[in-house]
Nanobody, 123 residues
Framework: HVQLVESGGGSVQTGGSLRLSCSAI????????MAWFRRVPGKDREGIVV???????NYADSVTGRFTVSKDLAKNSLYLQMDSLKPEDTAMYYC??????????????????WGRGTQVTVS
């Protein structure tokens, strides 16, 4: 089955930008709902954005207007462009995949393939 590997995290100043990548290995992303989540130690994992196989998206209010998700099926990769970063965006960021349709794309419990995460620190 598909494996996911995130990259692109790092440290950035408030107001800066980062672009996270999620590379899929072993299987194409085309039929999956994909999502970005983030987690701060001591808090629940937060869903940031989902994108289904047709490109429909749904963003969390906390990132709407600042973050943009995209995917490149030719490169079998998912991306998260993060602009106007704030200290509260500091977290470990994870990409995840779910083999479901749009109706279930927003359900965290459906995501059964996860990457190991990439750390984003905003100061």
């Amino acid at each position: 089955h598909v494996q996911l590997v995130e990259s692109g995290g790092g440290s950035v100043q408030t107001g800066g930008s980062l672009r996270l990548s999620c590379s899929a290995i072993g299987e194409g992303l085309g039929r999956y709902c994909m999502a970005w989540f983030r987690r701060v130690p001591g808090k629940d994992r937060e869903g940031i954005v989902v994108i289904d196989k047709d490109g429909r998206t749904n963003y969390a209010d906390s990132v709407t207007g600042r973050f943009t998700v995209s995917k490149d099926l030719a490169k079998n990769s998912l991306y998260l462009q993060m602009d106007s970063l704030k200290p509260e965006d500091t977290a470990m960021y994870y990409c995840a995949a779910a083999n479901v349709g749009w109706a279930r794309c927003g359900l965290r419990s459906e995501y059964n393939v996860w990457g190991r995460g990439t750390q984003v620190t905003v100061s």
